[in-house]
């Protein structure tokens, strides 16, 4: 933020008076005090697999991968915020964010259309929204924005006809309201299940992203920096008062201090 104001010029600092300075270094140190609270809201950060169960389908159905093809890497993770390792806040803010899924795709179609190709997205912005009253899932205003990158060849009569080869590499927005997340609270025990209705290229399918904790952590960011920054301020203000005392009214210089 400060970098859009204007750069000052060296004397505007030189000729400041040291009463406006002493107040500017308090009001500094008093707003990075009580701010340092709101930064150090902790949070449950919550890590997922998405390996075992995730999956997603083309053609309604006609290509489910797996098991027409592999998916070889699923994960992501969710932060809520918590006053206490499994004492979550409803209402609180809800942070779904790091998914990542690729895998391969191999499917023989009737005998008339061989489909093989790569697919991978990862998710390129976390998804901000806040946890449910019933603490079983986050509701959320935005979509899940995924960076894609499909390309899915294919050899045989029948290609053109279903719409392949196809490509899709980009951004791209899953429409989300409601990520459902069960035994959110219980360590070790949480499993996101959520559907996505998907495009590729013009071809219709679905993802069915579901997902097991692997993992998770208490986290509290550390307020210390801020309260050390602010004890300098106020101490650097301290330094000054008895200086400007001790000058008094003896100099034009003082009487402008």
């Known amino acids: 933020m400060q970098a859009d104001r204007p750069v000052p010029r060296a004397g505007r600092f030189l000729f400041r008076s040291s009463h406006s300075i002493i107040v500017q270094l308090v009001a500094m140190a008093l707003c990075l005090m009580g701010s340092s609270n709101a930064l150090a809201q902790s949070h449950e950060v919550i890590h997922f697999d998405f390996t075992p169960d995730t999956s997603f389908s083309l053609l309604g159905g006609t290509i489910v991968t797996p098991p027409d093809g592999t998916l070889d890497l699923g994960a ?45 997205a ?83 399918g679905t993802l069915d992203l579901i997902g097991v904790e692997v993992s998770r952590s208490f986290v509290v960011p550390e307020p210390g920096t801020f309260i050390l920054v602010a004890a300098g301020l106020l101490g650097l203000a301290a330094q000054r008062r008895p200086a400007r005392r001790l000058c008094g009214r003896a100099t034009s210089m003082c009487k402008g201090s």
Do not use: W
Not at 125 to 145: C, E, I, K, R
């Open 122 to 204: 990862s998710q390129s912005a976390p998804l901000v929204g806040t946890l449910a009253p019933a603490m079983n899932g986050g509701n959320f205003s935005a979509d899940l924005a995924l960076n894609v990158n499909i390309v899915l060849g294919c050899v045989g009569s029948g290609c053109s006809s279903l719409g392949f080869p196809i490509s899709d590499i980009g951004l791209s927005l899953l429409s989300v309201s409601f990520l459902s997340v069960t035994d959110l609270a219980v360590s070790g025990n949480a499993r996101i299940t959520a559907n996505f209705p998907i495009e590729v290229d013009g071809v219709l």
């Open 76 to 120: 992501g993770r969710i932060s809520v915020e918590a006053t206490a390792p499994g004492v979550l806040i409803p209402g609180g803010v809800f942070i779904f964010d790091s998914l990542e899924i690729a895998g391969t795709v191999s499917k023989d179609v009737f005998g008339a259309a061989q489909i093989d190709g790569d697919y991978a």
